[in-house]
């Protein structure tokens, strides 16, 4: 298969190294790990090792006509503008998969390519970006795929056929209740270790983080439920705690991003569940403190580069 990936970052660099092994890549990204990898190859450390030769591009008009899947792994505050890039590369009708963290991404590639094409996915997975083209697998991981509109055409399996030859996938007929448990996940990893600057694993082994992160759970459990949203495991504060158990040695994604400076996905995580509390009458403090002190680190970034500029 040809397949594309929109968003060289660490996932999408990872998942296209892993995807090599059976079929053609092609990743598109921007910045100076795009052009590490397509001057040097794509190093891979950590549980995978590989230096990799894979096509890389920072121009969508550069990208194969007749690929056979687009998988998005941009963050998703870009997806309108990355799926705006790239829609009429491929033929119409060509799969078109989020992998992606937060909510809304699905909607808006739907908005994009139409319901038929676009497969609704989540993968939990610990990499990390060290350097330009260089991504460190720091856990196993796995994914899941599912129909998020319209009917059964063998699509979802031709997806995560070809997605297995990266990690194990399961499908689901409840991608909204995956993508909601995802969320929950990241709202109570990713914000509190990049407010601590600590690793996943230490959110369980300090008493006080544990607290906070499984106070954050049950409330975006609570939102579920005002939603009608039906979780897929039972115990999801035992659900999140595993997945901190599996990426203990992990720097979360919104870690990495406050280190380089860069803009999170709080919005789209914390700030979904916290906005749909708010819609549905339920209180959701933990969730809002974690978006108010993440973006007082975000609006540091501008205002120093303001105080370096005069
Ligand atoms: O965003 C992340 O970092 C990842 O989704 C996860 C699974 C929390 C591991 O760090």
Known sequence: MKVIIVGAGAVGSLL?????????VHLLGRGAHVRAIMEGGLRVEGMT??????????????????????????????????ARSVRGVPAAGTPVLS?????GNVEALVSAFGAGPVV???????????????????????????RSEGEPDGTVERVASALSAALPVTTSANMVGEIFLKAIANAA??????????????????QDLMAEMDAIVAEAE????????????????EHVHDIVRMTAANVSS????????????VDFIN???SRMGWASGVPTPRNDMVVAAIRRIEAGYTASRAERRT
Do not use: W
């Open 49 to 82: 090792a590989a230096h990799l030769c894979i096509a890389a591009t920072d121009d969508p008009g550069a990208l194969p006509r007749d690929a056979d899947l687009l998988v998005f792994t941009v963050k998703a505050y870009d997806t309108i503008e990355a």
């Open 254 to 265: 919104m870690l990495q991003d406050v280190e380089s400076r860069r803009r999170t996905e």
């Open 189 to 206: 990893i990713n914000g509190l270790t990049a407010l601590h600057r600590v690793r996943n694993g230490v959110l369980m082994e300090r």
């Open 271 to 273: 700030g979904a569940i």
């Open 222 to 237: 609570l939102v579920a439920r005002a939603h009608r949203i039906v979780l897929p495991v039972d115990d999801v504060r």
């Open 99 to 103: 992998l992606q963290n937060g909510m």
């Open 16 to 24: 296209g190294g892993l995807l090599s092994k059976e079929h053609e």
């Open 120 to 146: 609704a996915g989540i993968t939990v997975i610990a990499v990390n970006r060290p350097a330009p083209g260089v991504v460190i697998h720091a856990a196993p991981g796995r994914a899941v795929v599912g």
